[in-house]
Antibody
């Protein structure tokens, strides 16, 4: 069964850091680009970051550039998001999702995890 | 950056009746590889998003055929031919052509 399981959420003080992880199973992780998408309570969906299948290309949303770092370990089938300089506006449910690209195009977001909640508050 | 605009934002529908959601982008979503990366997601309360349609008009496996997607360039539509009770939730369009990728604001479908 294809599965993505996020972990690492919790309560963080403003200015603090947190590391999220996403464990992948049931598919060849190294063949897939990966995304982090977040959803603030009662709000819509926002792309946070993306990483290529090999990890050599990374992308960040405007609101997190310079504060968050995406990475992956293909040997451990794990995606990570290192979050720093956290602000209350970063409070959200953080989802990981996958995307497959080949010579004919890309297939984006067919599988999502259940999310992990990050709360930034003093 | 690309901006995705959905309408309506609230959609009350009678069971068995059709429903339609519009999604417009401020830039063409046609990509250089010949594809247009416009996807539709459904999010039921307390659940992660579930993809319904990818690359404008391709229905995902297990998605009822009452859901269909169409459009090109900057103008896209999700249609539900006959709304059922299980279709209640929020629907999002998402562009994956230009980084940063982004979603529309969401359309909340409810039963009238």
């Amino acid at each position: 069964e294809v599965q993505l399981v996020e972990s690492g959420g919790g309560l963080v003080q403003p200015g603090g850091s947190r590391r999220l992880s996403c464990a992948a199973s049931g598919f060849t992780f190294s063949n897939y680009a990966m995304y982090w998408v977040r959803q603030a309570p009662g709000k819509g969906l926002e792309f946070v970051s993306a990483i290529s299948s090999e990890g050599n290309s990374t992308f960040y949303g405007n609101s997190v550039t310079g504060r968050f770092t995406i990475s992956r370990d293909n040997s451990k089938n794990t995606l990570n998001l290192q979050m720093g300089s956290l602000i209350p506006e970063d409070t959200a449910l953080y989802y990981c999702a996958r995307a497959y690209c080949n010579d004919t195009g890309c297939n984006q977001g067919d599988t999502w995890g259940q999310g992990t909640l990050v709360t930034v508050s003093s | 950056d690309v901006v995705m605009t959905q309408s309506p934002l609230s959609l009350p529908v009678t069971l068995g009746q059709p429903a339609s959601i519009s999604c417009r982008s401020n830039q063409s979503l046609a990509y250089s590889d010949g594809n247009t990366y416009l996807n539709w997601f459904q999010q039921r309360p307390g659940q992660p998003p579930r993809r319904l349609i990818y690359n404008v008009s391709n229905r995902d496996s297990g998605v009822p055929d009452r859901f269909s997607g169409s459009g090109s360039g900057t103008d896209f539509t999700l249609k539900i031919s006959r709304v059922e009770a299980e279709d209640v939730g929020v629907y999002y369009c998402m562009q994956g052509t230009h980084w940063p990728y982004c979603f529309g604001q969401g359309t909340k479908l409810e039963i009238k």
